[in-house]
């Protein structure tokens, strides 16, 4: 497995893919997922999960990396706070019961783990992932909990805001991706000046319906960091 593609930067891009895009697209024939896995030549993608994150969470992705939802994970997650000391058993039990994983809100999100293709999103749309850095737990555990304010209070004072950087090989089928991953890639590969006033599609909200293997965790910017702090507008470490 070869470096990282990085959409927002073409220069990791393989020659192939670049030149892929650089033709006349009426020339070309329909991108398939077959065609674009073929395009990345094997090499893995660059992918941010947004997430806020206490000491021992960082510390437990370097090792396992991203995990997908479940049931037991969601356990896991509360029973190592409780363990920490970040919250009491009390609160761990009624947060359970308010997960989305117990609630009528059950299946959303289980057994994936949510990215976003480009740092576009955390430079341009900070609003979208907002909520992802403001509160602890992922959407399975503060989802509910917004709607109740001694709860929200809690899950907003725990862990730091988090980006992890990871680089995830694709096959076919790919995973679901909305916008289009294609659609994606030909709007970073054409040049700025000709975007004019169109509608961004810098970005996409991919759902992987795999663990992301520790091996696989390039890095983790956190709240404080330079690196998490040059994006204006997302939530800081307070």
Request: aromatic letters at 6%; one cysteine or more; charged letters at 25%.
């Amino acid at each position: 497995m070869g470096d990282a593609i990085e959409l927002d930067d073409v220069r990791t891009w393989p020659e192939c893919l670049q030149q892929r895009f650089a033709e006349p697209s009426s020339e070309l024939a329909p991108l398939t997922d077959e065609l674009l896995v073929e395009l990345l030549e094997g090499r893995p993608l660059r992918m941010y999960h947004a997430t806020r994150l206490l000491p021992h969470e960082v510390d437990r992705i370097k090792a396992e990396g991203l995990l997908r939802l479940t049931h037991e994970l969601v356990q896991s997650k509360l029973d190592d706070a409780v363990r920490v000391g970040a919250m009491t058993e009390a609160q761990a039990v009624e947060a359970r019961a308010g997960s989305i994983i117990e609630t009528k809100y059950e299946g959303r999100r289980e057994g994936q783990v949510c990215f976003v293709l480009s740092l576009d999103k955390f430079e341009h749309s900070p609003g979208d992932v907002g909520p992802l850095l403001s509160s602890w737990g992922g959407e399975s555990i503060y989802h509910v909990a917004a709607l109740d304010p001694p709860r929200r209070a809690l899950m907003r004072s725990l862990g730091l805001p988090s980006i992890v950087a990871a680089d995830v090989p694709l096959s076919t089928p790919l995973p679901y991706t909305s916008p289009s991953l294609s659609s994606v890639i030909a709007w970073h590969a054409r040049p700025r000046e000709t975007l004019g006033n169109e509608t961004p599609r810098s970005s996409a909200d991919v759902f992987l319906t795999a663990d992301v293997p520790a091996a696989n965790i390039a890095t983790i910017w956190q709240a404080g960091s330079p690196e998490y702090d040059r994006f204006e507008g997302l939530p800081s470490g307070n």
